[in-house]
């Protein structure tokens, strides 16, 4: 799908030069789209330190210990986990929006689909059908309803189910994979983006305008409403930064990467961090700081293998084993035991399951966004 006033931009990214070297200032700084124009990003990397965050996080709660991780304790406002889920969608908003418009219809939905169900249709049999019957304590196990939810909706995106009769029931969090949340509320973004994309409102003109109303209408209704439920409020924070990340990809040519911007923002969330508004330059600082950071600092390339999501589906259920196996409840301990066992998992995922659905995708036409053959290996 390729909207007409969006030629010259998609021109430009193919042509545009990467300046020899980033400067600090906002007029001198080079634009996103510059930095796309390059085969050179770290987008894979953040996804996969994201992926980790994810796991540091999750380790005081599944062992219970006191005390907090070293970015609830800087932020005072989320934890390791939740950033790392805000940097997930800024930076799918942003691919994916790049993706759409390479894309016919049917190669976006190919695309999207071989990308996100099978590792998780196995994540989620392996859940149900191997770990299950192995720990629960029910005898009862395979005649629970509970058993075949729990696998048919992670597996299909329908909704999330988190836990299975019997199992885990003696450690401190009973879930077998708390991390499935999230997967249902991107599928259902990438619905929408499509359906935006079909109306013709993925470009500048048209979608940054609609973008300012919906953050807008929806602070208000936020600050009217506050505090909001814990589900409906997931689902406006992943919402804001996803929807972010297209309108960043929507103004990438005019969006420039500026150390200083950057360090306004950062001096920002330093004088209102644990404050009422706290929450604004935070929001600013993680959607500017991902693309920032993409783009910015020459960091290891990841090109070929992409573990991040695998990293993500396994992380929970390695923390929960380790906990179970060891008793140890040293959050740091779970989780460098943790990461090694879900790392073993990620690459099978990603050699046995993700990586073979993904050489289907010629099957369908799918594109990936001019430039960038590292940045959407993954997306």
């Not at 200083?260 to 644990?274: N, P």
Request: glycine residues 6%; contains cysteine; aromatic residues 14%.
């Amino acid at each position: 799908m390729r909207p007409a006033d969006d030629a010259r931009t998609r021109a430009a990214d193919r042509c545009a030069p990467l300046r020899p070297r980033w400067s600090t200032g906002w007029r001198d700084a080079p634009s996103i789209a510059s930095g796309w124009a390059t085969n050179r990003n770290n987008f894979n990397l953040m996804r996969l330190v994201a992926a980790w965050m994810v796991i540091y996080g999750h380790a005081w709660a599944i062992t219970a210990a006191p005390g907090a991780d070293l970015v609830t304790r800087l932020t005072q406002f989320k934890f390791a986990g939740g950033v790392a889920v805000d940097v997930f969608f800024v930076i799918s908003g942003f691919l994916i929006a790049a993706s759409l418009q390479r894309n016919s219809i049917g190669s976006y939905l190919a695309s999207r689909a071989l990308r996100i169900l099978p590792a998780l249709a196995v994540c989620a049999a392996l859940g149900a059908f191997v770990l299950g019957p192995l720990l629960t304590t029910a005898t009862d196990y395979w005649q629970q309803p509970q058993v075949w939810r729990y696998f048919w909706v992670n597996a299909t995106l329908k909704s999330s189910e988190f836990f299975l009769p019997g199992v885990f029931e003696a450690l401190p969090r009973t879930a077998i994979n708390g991390s499935l949340w999230t997967l249902p509320i991107e599928a259902r973004l990438y619905l929408a983006l499509l359906l935006a994309g079909s109306l013709g409102l993925l470009t500048r003109r048209r979608y940054t305008p609609l973008w300012l109303l919906a953050m807008v209408a929806g602070y208000a209704l936020a600050r009217w409403k506050a505090p909001l439920p814990d589900h409906i409020a997931n689902y406006a924070w992943c919402t804001a930064f996803f929807i972010s990340g297209t309108a960043l990809w929507l103004n990438r040519e005019r969006v420039r990467l500026s150390w200083w911007a950057l360090l306004a923002l950062v001096v920002a969330a330093a004088f209102t961090r644990g404050g009422p508004w706290f929450h604004i330059p935070y929001y600013l600082l993680l959607c500017y700081g991902t693309l920032f950071v993409a783009f910015v600092p020459k960091l290891p390339m990841i090109r070929h293998t992409d573990l991040s999501y695998g990293l993500y589906l396994y992380g929970w259920p390695a923390q929960q084993l380790v906990l179970l196996a060891t008793h140890d409840t040293r959050p740091l301990a779970n989780m460098a035991w943790a990461t090694a066992l879900a790392l073993v998992l990620a690459a099978l995922s990603w050699f046995l399951v993700e990586r073979p659905a993904l050489r289907l995708k010629k099957r369908f036409g799918t594109r990936t966004p001019a430039a960038s053959p590292a940045a959407v290996a993954a997306a």
